[in-house]
């Protein structure tokens, strides 16, 4: 599996930022940042005229992003027959609180990733690409657990998409209204920060006694996400 490039994309027509462009960002270090730190994508595509955006697992190996979805599903069956996608991921930071309403934000990161995906029909590149989505939501615990078996494997699609057409777009800071006449409002302007916070593991009730819960379960903690 290829190594990602380290060199910033040349920006296509339709990954170009254009509402603010300077909070865009074609640098394949930023794009794979966002990516590895989210735990939800959406994935989006074109079915007979009807539009369907739907939440799922992804994850990134070098150069290719993957996403996760049953071999029953209809969103799986509908692409693989070579329909074009768009896949997203965000990252939520904060909200911002300006002195007007018009002015108020978040503070976010996001990347946009173009393309016609492909089925993976490879056993082994299905495999790595599922132990690639137990590390993206939690490291380790794929050591710890039985491993898809046969069927398990024939009941999952995964698809892949080269992130050879991608933009990540940033929003960070103050609001943008100090300079204005709003400025002299007596009214509270700022940032609130948001985390993701992990809070203490709770067993299965079936859980059988004496088993603990493992460090990585209970010193949870996303790079990215958590800082």
Known sequence: MSEPADTAAVPTDRTRVRRIPELGAYDRPTIDAILDAGIVAHLGFVHEGQPFVIP????????????HGSAASRTLKSVAEGLRVCVTVTLLD???LA????????????????????????PEEKLAALHAFSEQVLPGR????????DQELKATSILALPLTEASAKISAGPPEDAESPDGALDVWAGNIP???????PVPDPALRAGIPVPPYAAEYHRPGLTD
């Not at 007007?100 to 029909?121: N, W």
């Not at 948001?194 to 203490?200: C, D, M, Q, R, S």
Request: hydrophobic share 45%; charged share 25%.
């Open 142 to 149: 794929w050591d710890d657990c039985r491993p898809p078996s």
């Open 194 to 200: 948001l985390v993701v916070t992990a809070k203490a």
């Open 56 to 67: 799922t697992l992804h994850s990134r190996i070098g150069d290719v992003l993957y996403v």
């Open 99 to 122: 002195r007007s309403i018009f002015e108020h934000s978040i503070d976010y990161r996001s990347v946009v990733v173009l393309g016609a995906a492909r089925l993976i029909d490879d």
């Open 94 to 96: 904060g909200i911002v």
